[in-house]
Structures are given as structure tokens and as C-alpha cells.
């Protein structure tokens, strides 16, 4: 099992700046697969970023040009997501994921992202 908790959500006017963390404990050996995925009211929830153990990273088109960023601490057994230049569009709650071979998907409880005009 791995258990995942969120933070870093809230309100933010448009272009500003948030940073999502995810802290992840558990069994953590055979993870491969890091993500972020947002559900907007309404909307089927969606990848926004995702890193594999090896470092590859991947990008919604929405969210590329370095608008937002993916990172993983290592040492810390941490996931983030670094959002900049918000939009309006961006308002959703995200929740972190990881994936472990079997496979195994888990997720956190998700956090709140509001971006006001």
C-alpha cells in the first residue's frame, strides 16, 4: 500500500503562481510512475504532468511551454508540481498518483485549486 497526502492548493488571481506538493510513504521500491491529473465541476478527471522513476517526464498540451513543472525529491519522498502563470482554465482539484508495478494505481484525496479573473 501507498498512502498520499496533498497540500499547497488555494486561491490564486489569474497569473499567478501555486506549488502542489504530495508526500508518499509506504511501499515505495517498486514504484514507476509519478502523476498529477485534475477534475474540473463537471469534467472528466485528466493528466496534467506525470515523471517516471527513470526521469522522463510528460505534459498535457495545455499545460506545456513550462507553464507547469514536475519534480520528485527524492529524499524526502515527495512529488511536486510547480504551476505558474495560472489561468482561470486551471480551476480544478488535483490529486497526485503514483503507480506501482502490478499495476497499482493509488491516489490522494486531492487539493483545491481556485483561480479567479
Known amino acids: 500500500q501507498v498512502q498520499l497526502v496533498e497540500s499547497g492548493g488555494g486561491l490564486v488571481q489569474a497569473g499567478g503562481s501555486l506549488r502542489l506538493s504530495c508526500a508518499y510513504s509506504?511501499?515505495?521500491?517498486?514504484?514507476?510512475?509519478y502523476g498529477w491529473y485534475r477534475q474540473a465541476p463537471g469534467k472528466e478527471r485528466e493528466l496534467v504532468a506525470e515523471?517516471?522513476?527513470?526521469?522522463?517526464?510528460?505534459y498535457a498540451d495545455s499545460v506545456k511551454g513550462r507553464r507547469f513543472a514536475i519534480s520528485r525529491d527524492r529524499a524526502k519522498n515527495t512529488l511536486y508540481l510547480q504551476m505558474n502563470n495560472l489561468k482561470p482554465e486551471d480551476t480544478a482539484v488535483y490529486y497526485c498518483?503514483?503507480?506501482?508495478?502490478?499495476?497499482?494505481?493509488?491516489w490522494g484525496q486531492g487539493t483545491q485549486v481556485t483561480v479567479s479573473s
Open positions: 509506504g511501499r515505495l521500491f517498486d514504484i514507476f510512475n
Open positions: 498518483s503514483v503507480v506501482s508495478y502490478g499495476p497499482t494505481k493509488y
Open positions: 515523471i517516471t522513476s527513470g526521469g522522463g517526464e510528460n
